[in-house]
């Protein structure tokens, strides 16, 4: 596939249908949506195509400087406090920041597709995007205006009540990962428990009906208490370990279902738990067969770090890292997600 002709053909899809998710240009294209996402990333870095602050399902939109205006078809898409100071600035076309009250404020800094802050008089503003700064001069008795070079957020008391909405996002993440690690380990014990139970009654049915029928139904290594260098004391026993394969969980088992029914293939197998599965899944793609480094996580919400830990692990053999999730992913790691989609990937679990 040529990066070039596929360049081409994406603006040429964004001029046709204007804003566009990547999953719908991948559609459109006929590219996989896995590798979609590379050449986005390829064409926003080079400043031809832009990428939206405002997120539909998850992902952003792309789309062409000047199509600015069809953004705004989407935004019942922002957040409902959002969504309300992108009707307030619509209507009024500027706003004096000090006259809003502070969940407005925040708002407006986060909807950055449609709010331009800008200074005059010491005082904070915001213009609605397509305000020019003519007319913004006209409704604000003619003073001169000064652009704001950077977000008010640099600023530390225009950002309290912003930082204060994040901290408590991620202490709610921090407390959901806490709990679902606890859950994990609870049922593992539980399911360590019943299959242990479940052998012995096995083995003791066995060994009732006929004892000399009973067939090994685990792995011996025998480990001697002595090294090969010293004396070997017959009268010392070897020292026997039983090794017992791990069952596989429901969730494993539906993981591994889910990539099979997809034409991926599966080439080597890391080890599991019974909310978490990994692996080395093969894909063919137009590229060729790509290798991705793969975790299935059963979780709630996947958070920064579960990323930041699966892209590490991968990237040290190294391969891209493949994320495969049953619930939601955290704000935070949406935006590591964005950062590194060259590298990395995640698909939910349906």
Same mark, same amino acid.
């Given at each position: 596939?040529?990066?070039?002709?596929?360049?081409?053909?994406?603006?040429?899809?964004?001029?046709?249908?204007?804003?566009?998710?990547?999953?719908?240009?991948?559609?459109?294209?006929?590219?996989?949506?896995?590798?979609?996402?590379?050449?986005?990333?390829?064409?926003?870095?080079?400043?031809?195509?832009?990428?939206?602050?405002?997120?539909?399902?998850?992902?952003?939109?792309?789309?062409?400087?000047?199509?600015?205006?069809?953004?705004?078809?989407?935004?019942?898409?922002?957040?409902?406090?959002?969504?309300?100071?992108?009707?307030?600035?619509?209507?009024?076309?500027?706003?004096?920041?000090?006259?809003?009250?502070?969940?407005?404020?925040?708002?407006?800094?986060?909807?950055?597709?449609?709010?331009?802050?800008?200074?005059?008089?010491?005082?904070?503003?915001?213009?609605?995007?397509?305000?020019?700064?003519?007319?913004?001069?006209? &409704?604000?008795?003619?003073?001169?205006?000064? %652009?704001?070079? =950077? #977000? $008010? /957020?640099? +600023?530390? @008391?225009? *950002?309290?009540? !912003?930082?204060? &909405?994040?901290?408590?996002?991620?202490?709610? %993440?921090?407390? =959901? #990962? $806490? /709990?679902? +690690?606890? @859950?994990? *380990?609870?049922? !593992?014990?539980?399911?360590?428990?019943?299959?242990?139970?479940? %052998?012995?009654?096995? #083995? $003791? /049915?066995?060994?009732? @009906?006929?004892?000399?029928?009973?067939?090994?139904?685990?792995?011996?290594?025998?480990?001697?208490?002595?090294?090969?260098?010293?004396?070997?004391?017959?009268?010392?026993?070897?020292?026997?370990?039983?090794?017992?394969?791990?069952?596989?969980?429901?969730?494993?088992?539906?993981?591994?279902?889910?990539?099979?029914?997809?034409?991926?293939?599966?080439?080597?197998?890391?080890?599991?738990?019974?909310?978490?599965?990994?692996?080395?899944?093969?894909?063919?793609?137009?590229?060729?067969?790509?290798?991705?480094?793969?975790?299935?996580?059963?979780?709630?919400?996947?958070?920064?770090?579960?990323?930041?830990?699966?892209?590490?692990?991968?990237?040290?053999?190294?391969?891209?890292?493949?994320?495969?999730?049953?619930?939601?992913?955290?704000?935070?790691?949406?935006?590591?997600?964005?950062?590194?989609?060259?590298?990395?990937?995640?698909?939910?679990?349906?």
């Amino acid at each position: 596939m040529d990066p070039v002709e596929t360049h081409k053909k994406i603006i040429g899809v964004l001029d046709e249908k204007g804003p566009s998710l990547p999953i719908n240009i991948a559609k459109a294209l006929e590219i996989s949506s896995l590798f979609i996402s590379a050449f986005l990333s390829e064409l926003t870095n080079q400043k031809r195509i832009k990428v939206s602050s405002l997120k539909v399902g998850g992902s952003p939109l792309y789309y062409l400087k000047g199509q600015e205006k069809k953004l705004e078809d989407y935004y019942k898409y922002l957040h409902p406090r959002e969504s309300e100071a992108f009707l307030l600035l619509r209507e009024h076309r500027v706003l004096k920041d000090r006259d809003q009250d502070p969940a407005t404020r925040v708002a407006l800094r986060s909807i950055k597709d449609f709010s331009v802050g800008f200074k005059m008089d010491n005082e904070i503003y915001w213009r609605f995007v397509s305000v020019s700064k003519e007319e913004v001069d006209g &409704i604000l008795n003619g003073n001169v205006i000064e %652009e704001k070079v =950077e #977000e $008010e /957020k640099n +600023i530390e @008391e225009e *950002k309290v009540e !912003e930082e204060k &909405i994040e901290e408590e996002k991620i202490e709610e %993440e921090k407390v =959901e #990962e $806490e /709990k679902n +690690i606890e @859950e994990e *380990k609870v049922e !593992e014990s539980v399911q360590e428990k019943v299959r242990e139970v479940v %052998e012995e009654k096995v #083995e $003791e /049915k066995i060994e009732k @009906e006929n004892p000399r029928m009973i067939e090994p139904v685990v792995k011996e290594v025998k480990i001697k208490s002595e090294s090969d260098n010293k004396f070997n004391n017959p009268l010392v026993m070897d020292k026997v370990i039983k090794k017992k394969e791990k069952p596989r969980s429901e969730f494993v088992q539906q993981v591994i279902s889910f990539i099979n029914e997809r034409g991926l293939q599966i080439v080597e197998e890391k080890d599991y738990k019974a909310k978490e599965y990994n692996c080395v899944v093969q894909i063919k793609s137009e590229l060729g067969i790509i290798n991705f480094l793969t975790q299935a996580k059963d979780k709630k919400r996947i958070t920064e770090s579960d990323f930041k830990k699966l892209l590490s692990n991968a990237q040290s053999i190294p391969l891209p890292a493949f994320m495969l999730y049953t619930g939601e992913i955290g704000n935070s790691a949406k935006d590591y997600l964005k950062e590194y989609s060259s590298v990395l990937k995640a698909k939910r679990i349906v």
